[in-house]
């Protein structure tokens, strides 16, 4: 059953395009990655989907979230859907957590103000949350503030806020970015653990392809906005029919593979454009090695269980296929 369905999702600044076109959809309990590089539209996606967008911004398409469309409805509504039946963990802890509260405040705070009760119940309560985020000494731990935690702390405090009520719903924006790569597999661990708990759907974002390979069923890889490419996680791995995908893939492997690459390894040529630089047609085709003048007309996102936008896609998951090598 259909818990999210995004329908044509568009996000402006001005006259440029941010996010153009998303369409998507998430079942109940389901866990789906969005990937692509800084600049392709992840972040932004998801601000759309809670409604935590600037100002300055306009919004087309509809995201429904069982059925209710976030885009129409009021703030008032929005707020009361965020931290309760939607968790949210960011970034970059530092800046969502407040650094003039201790955490287990900040924790018995989403409670409270969702699920109401007193001060007490509602600390107890954040206690139970530290404990199931694995802290070994929770009241220790509720005493703190922010800056007296490490990284992979503060994150974990930013998981037990996101499923303190929960939710039927949890999204991730870049989770592991900044920690190290054995925090990482433990953050990872703790969250797939907690979302199966709750029985919610995650939507996880970020560059890495190993950390959603891991986590998520289904994949969304973005690009200029746009999705260039969709299915099932493993499918979309073993076989990429777009070329950015497989530059992706690439140069990933390489990274992970290290010296046994050689000292050249595959690169995406080029960089990712600013927001409103990106070419007519095929956001991809200034760095794509396969782009001929048909390019230049948008390729609609074909195919049903895995879809992909592009007019020359990769018949064969080679990797002297991969598109914009440098």
Not at 116 to 145: M, T
Not at 319 to 325: I, P, T, Y
């Amino acid at each position: 059953m259909t818990l999210l369905a995004v329908e044509d999702l568009t996000v402006r600044f001005g006259d440029a395009a941010v996010v153009a076109d998303v369409s998507f959809e998430l079942e109940r309990a389901g866990r789906l990655g969005l990937i692509g590089e800084s600049g392709s539209g992840k972040s932004m996606t998801a601000l759309a989907l809670i409604g935590l967008l600037p100002e300055e911004v306009t919004v087309s398409g509809r995201v429904l979230f069982d059925g209710h469309d976030v885009i129409s409805m009021s703030e008032a509504r929005r707020c009361a859907l965020r931290g309760d039946r939607i968790g949210m963990i960011f970034q970059e802890p530092m800046t969502a957590l407040n650094p003039v509260m201790r955490v287990g405040n900040q924790v018995a705070e989403v409670v409270r103000l969702h699920r109401g009760g007193s001060r007490r119940s509602s600390h107890e309560r954040a206690l139970e949350l530290l404990e199931r985020v694995e802290f070994r000494d929770p009241p220790r731990i509720a005493r703190s503030y922010p800056h007296e935690l490490s990284g992979g702390q503060r994150q974990r405090i930013m998981v037990a806020m996101a499923v303190a009520c929960s939710p039927a719903l949890v999204l991730a924006d870049e989770p592991t970015t900044a920690l190290d790569v054995t925090v990482q597999a433990q953050m990872l661990r703790l969250l797939g653990r907690l979302v199966s708990e709750e029985g919610a759907a995650l939507v996880l974002i970020s560059h890495d392809l190993a950390v959603v390979s891991s986590t998520c069923d289904r994949l969304l890889v973005m690009y200029g906005g746009r999705i260039v490419e969709r299915g099932p996680t493993a499918t979309v791995l073993e076989r990429p029919r777009h070329p950015y995908t497989a530059g992706l893939l690439a140069t990933s492997s390489a990274v992970s593979e290290g010296a046994a690459r050689g000292p050249e390894l595959p690169t995406i040529r080029g960089s990712v454009p600013a927001a409103g630089r990106f070419p007519a047609g095929c956001v991809f085709r200034s760095r794509c090695d396969r782009a001929t003048d048909e390019c230049k007309t948008m390729p609609p996102l074909e195919g049903d269980e895995h879809a992909f936008a592009c007019w020359h896609p990769i018949e064969q998951p080679a990797a002297a296929s991969v598109g914009g090598e440098a």
